[in-house]
């Protein structure tokens, strides 16, 4: 019998928006030609960097914060709220990033950086942010439009690279990203709509995830993965979903599992990277071992790459096919988040 995943008309039925097909070209994402407009690096030094972004847009942030640890010679912090750091001053390089360029947290930290002379860019789509970058002549990359956030987390780190360059900060690091596209292309075709569930790995994880509360577990270089997880699950799926990170689960939800309730409707899963700390790695093994039977036994997803940047890429894609799949079985669309537009209408 044909699994409902091997259903072609699945997505016509399921997926009006194409959020399928989104995630299959997002290879082209990482060659993306972020060009950096209103380039006014004046030459000031730079102490520090804050990324102000709230969800999709402070996800590249995440992933860049692990890329980037080695060459960043600079504190790299990351706002998810509305206050711009009491240490951010002229010598700081503030970029707001905002796909629909409206965020309130984000346009409140641009403002506050303003104030303080700081130095200030802008990643955005459209909206208040594109218009005060092209009318304040503040530097900005323009994301192409149409996308949910977290479906353009590609586009963001591309651009985030880009400003990077720009101000001296890191050198190179956008060809980087654009060598992995062709391997992307490559990996993404496995996931896709016409590769049968038994030889589909996102859709082998989505037979798993569905009916329960899926919680993603990451390390020291896979924490901003598991994040990803969650947010794809959340949004796309309409799925309750949960993450932390190793090794600062021992330190507290471990114990968690290990009480009521005795039914437990989760499905867990690792997410690891060869290059991760060994020490991180066998506190993964060993959770799992004491754990058992205490919690569902868990699910390891072994990132691909040969470098920390290419199995975070493949790790984020992997995440948006898999909670589309899961989308498919929870009978919903994967693409709006209609409750979300509420409520930033009901805060205006």
Known sequence: MT?????????????????LAIAAGQFQQASFDAEVQNSDNDGRELNGVVIAGMGGSALAALMANVWLKDVLKVPFVIVRNYELPNWANANTLVIASSYSGNTEETVSVLAQAQERGAQVSIIASGGKLIDSATTENIAYVSLPTGLQPRMAVIYNLRALASLLETFGLIENKSQELADLSDWLEAESAAWGIDVPTDDNYA??????????????????LTAAIAYK?????????????????????????FMGWTSHPV??????????????????LKRFEISDRLLSGLRPKANTIQLKGDSVIAQLLWGAILADFSSIYTAYLNGVDPTPVVLIEKLKKELV
């Open 3 to 19: 699994k409902v995943l091997d259903n072609p008309a699945i997505v016509a039925q399921k997926d009006p928006a194409g959020a």
């Open 263 to 280: 039914e437990k409707p989760f499905v867990v899963f690792d997410l690891l990277s060869s290059f991760e700390h060994p020490q991180i």
């Open 229 to 253: 997880w969650k947010i794809s699950f959340n949004e796309t799926s309409k799925n309750l979903a949960f993450w932390n990170e190793f090794p600062e689960f021992n330190h507290n939800e």
């Open 203 to 220: 859709k082998q994880i989505a037979e798993l995830a569905v009916g329960k509360t899926p919680v993603f577990y990451g390390g020291a």
